[in-house]
């Protein structure tokens, strides 16, 4: 059995071609009107129930190659999972198409995606993943570029005998070989700054019996391999990246109402859909109709079962380089369960906490707890600092009690703030084996220990996304604080 990375596609407007008649021309007294019709039929197009009937169609072709190729499926966030139904979806990547534009071409170490090297082994497979494409292509940047970087360096990280599996595979469709020859030309300083975070390779070779070799699937392409194809060479483990919607050469015609790349950008339509609540409510949502006022209905009831089934979650368990011993981070939510009970400190970064607080302590057993105040979003990130020197006295109160202390990180999302406060700790009191120590070591704190830091969350936590300003936040504390 094998597994696929398969990729949803934004579209892109193309510009008109220039009038070639007196009559194609839009006079001035008519164009107002023009617009206001052309604006109104867009919005039609791009309503709600076209989005939601667009992305089960992509998924049909998704589920088809699955069944097909008997391949298990993995779904390539932020919108992968709109397309694979929650039962058939073994887990996620995070490759971005911004680390695969033209000039910019970078091996994340921010998201190493160490995750799936256990899927991979052990269906001896394929990575099955759905990702956004933009700019009207008929690629994504993130499976034409971004993922053959990330297997190439990983062979060559874990397979250095290797040297055959070291080559940088790209479609010749897609990329040109003067974009091809440059990013090959990267590969060795990608390498370079991935064994800088000093990872234990021994223990990801363990995971991989073979070298990985990446190959693509689209809907315009055939719909099986054939064996004389590279990518079904026994001695490798294939990632097939497939992307899931069909390439339109411009936005579409008004009339079908399918939308390319219908699941990307969500935030944006939603109204908080999930795919998880899409999945468990496909059959009304499909049925509803085009009046925005019956779909939203149907999406607030939705949300609202959602939210009741998965109003409490657990943390996540995070191993300090080669300790035994977790730390945790986690939604504000999981102070709500006995899960919180078994720490010896706790610290929250969020304004939410307010809601959370009073059920917080009325758990008997609850131990020392830290708030920090932040907003949410950009001002939390940025005001974050102005925080964190709270976390001397409080760490110090646990480290008088416990050698180990385990502790639990929690926001609203568990991916950002949370994110900031544990690696600051890790960063203050974590050597590079990853063991407690109460006292500070008065060298300095560099970028290159944040990064190493940052890898042992990666590594554990694979939704870990904290924001750019976080991290400056993170940064301009631990390079400023007093010793």
């Keep these: 059995m094998t597994a696929i990375i398969t990729v949803s596609m934004n579209t892109d407007e193309v510009p008109n071609p220039a009038p070639t008649s007196i009559e194609s021309l839009i006079l001035p007294t008519a164009s107002q009107n023009f617009s206001r019709t052309l604006a109104s039929l867009k919005q039609s197009k791009f309503s709600i129930k076209n989005r939601l009937t667009s992305i089960h169609e992509d998924s049909q072709f998704v589920q088809h190659v699955s069944v097909s190729q008997n391949l298990p499926l993995i779904a390539n966030e932020r919108c992968g999972s709109w397309y694979i139904p929650p039962e058939q979806k073994l887990g ?42 933009g700019n009207g292509k008929s690629m994504p940047d993130a499976l034409s570029k971004t993922v053959p ?27 040109g070989r003067s974009e091809h020859s440059q990013i090959e030309a990267r590969l060795d300083g990608f390498l370079e700054n991935l064994k800088g975070l000093k990872l234990d390779v021994g223990g990801l ?41 069909r390439h339109e050469a ?35 949502l499909l049925s509803a109709s085009q009046e925005e006022g019956d779909i939203l209905e149907l999406l607030t009831i939705s949300n609202a079962k959602e939210s009741m089934l998965s109003s409490v979650s657990q943390p ?103 994110v900031g406060v544990a690696l600051t700790v890790l960063c203050i009191y974590f050597n590079d084996d990853g063991m407690f120590v109460s006292a500070t070591s008065p060298e300095p704190i560099t970028k290159d220990i ?14 870990a996304n904290p924001a750019r300003a976080t991290l400056q936040s993170v940064n301009a504390f631990l390079m400023d604080r007093p010793k």
């Design 205 to 245: 070779r363990a995971k991989l019996q073979k070298p990985l070799r990446v190959g693509w699937i689209t809907q315009a392409s055939p719909q099986a391999l054939p064996s004389s194809d590279p990518l079904c060479d026994p001695t490798y483990h294939p990632v097939l990246c497939c992307t899931a919607s």
């Design 92 to 133: 996620s990547a995070y490759f971005k198409s911004t680390d695969g534009h033209q000039g910019q071409w970078k091996f994340s170490l921010r998201r190493l995606n160490i995750q799936i090297l256990d899927i991979i082994e052990k269906f001896d497979g394929f990575d099955h993943s759905i990702a956004p494409r």
């Design 450 to 463: 944040v990064r190493r830091r940052l890898s042992w969350i990666v590594a554990s936590k694979h939704d």
């Design 316 to 418: 996540t368990a995070i191993y300090p380089g080669n300790s035994k011993w977790p730390l945790f981070i986690g939604r504000l939510e999981v102070l709500q369960s006995s899960a919180s009970i078994d720490m010896d400190g706790i610290i929250t970064c969020d304004q939410d906490m307010i809601q959370v607080l009073p059920v917080a302590t009325n758990i008997g057993g609850r131990p020392p707890l830290l708030h920090l105040g932040s907003h949410t979003g950009k001002l939390g990130s940025r005001t974050l600092r102005d925080q964190l020197p709270r976390l001397k006295p409080f760490i110090k109160q646990i480290a008088s009690q416990t050698q180990h202390p385990r502790l639990l990180f929690a926001c609203s999302t568990g991916r950002d703030l949370s």
């Design 250 to 284: 411009s936005s579409g015609t008004w009339t079908d109402g399918y939308i390319q790349g219908a699941g990307d950008d969500s935030e944006g339509w939603s109204t908080g859909l999930t795919p998880t609540a899409f999945w468990q409510n496909l059959s009304p």
């Design 149 to 175: 970087v990330w297997c190439a360096v990983m062979n060559r990280l874990l397979f250095p005998e290797n040297t055959e599996s070291h080559v940088l595979r790209t479609p010749p469709s897609v990329v």
